[in-house]
């Protein structure tokens, strides 16, 4: 498997607390994104990395914001968490070219 | 924008009953083509990277092939434990991220 944990597994917040989720890599892998996927719509990119203090927005990134101040972690943050949040989060890694490696996602309950 | 459609949405097998999931796409220019396997509570797996049209890759019973419009993969005699969620995505040229399909789920039955 390969060297992804998220933190934490499951979180249940309530409306507008703000968040922060966790994705760790022991791979030293360059790129990391941030998923979040919901029935009826598949895995859809929240945000994503190039490299340390490098991000860049995906197709769903309003409401989030993210982090990444060393190679091996990228924090995703909800500035003030709705219900229509609630989801399950992905992180993934890879190198470019590379096909990406998936975490074990965290399970966000907004209420 | 890059689009992938992927069906059927939900496909119900007895053991031993091969069938095709499709993947159909519309990308600028392709870089790849990937296939994972999701089961129930956790993260995607990957499975395949197709490139170029005609290339085909097997693990086990499976098989992935791809045209210039379509991807399939193939389930030759499932078994109960193929049931999972398979998932399809794209890579554009000079893109680094994926754009995913809402996958289809595989039920196999004893």
């Known amino acids: 498997d390969a060297g992804i944990t998220q933190s934490p597994r499951h979180k249940v917040t309530e409306t507008g607390t703000p968040v922060t989720l966790r994705c760790h890599q022991t791979?030293?892998?360059?790129?990391m994104y941030w998923y979040r996927q919901d029935p009826g719509h598949g895995l859809r990119l929240i945000h994503y990395s190039y490299g340390v203090k490098d991000t860049d927005k995906g197709e769903v990134s309003d409401g989030y914001s993210v982090s990444r101040s060393k190679t091996e972690d990228f924090l995703l943050t909800l500035e003030s968490a709705t219900s229509s949040q609630t989801s399950v989060y992905f992180c993934a890694i890879n190198e470019p070219s590379y096909e990406q490696y998936f975490g074990p996602g965290t399970r966000l309950t907004v209420t | 924008e890059d689009q992938v459609t992927q069906s059927p949405e939900a496909l119900r097998l007895q053991e031993g009953e091969s069938s095709s999931l499709n993947c159909s796409y519309t990308v600028s220019g392709l870089r790849g083509l990937f296939w994972y396997r999701q089961d129930p509570g956790k993260g995607p797996e990957f499975l395949f990277t197709?490139?170029?049209a005609g290339e085909e890759k097997e693990k086990e019973r499976l098989k992935a092939t791809l045209t210039k419009k379509e991807s399939f993969l193939h389930i030759t005699a499932p078994k109960p434990e193929d049931s999972a969620t398979y998932l399809c995505a794209v890579q554009a040229v000079g893109y680094s991220t994926l754009t995913f399909g809402k996958g289809t789920m595989l039920l196999v039955s004893p």
């Open positions: 197709l490139y170029s």
């Open positions: 791979e030293n892998h360059r790129y």
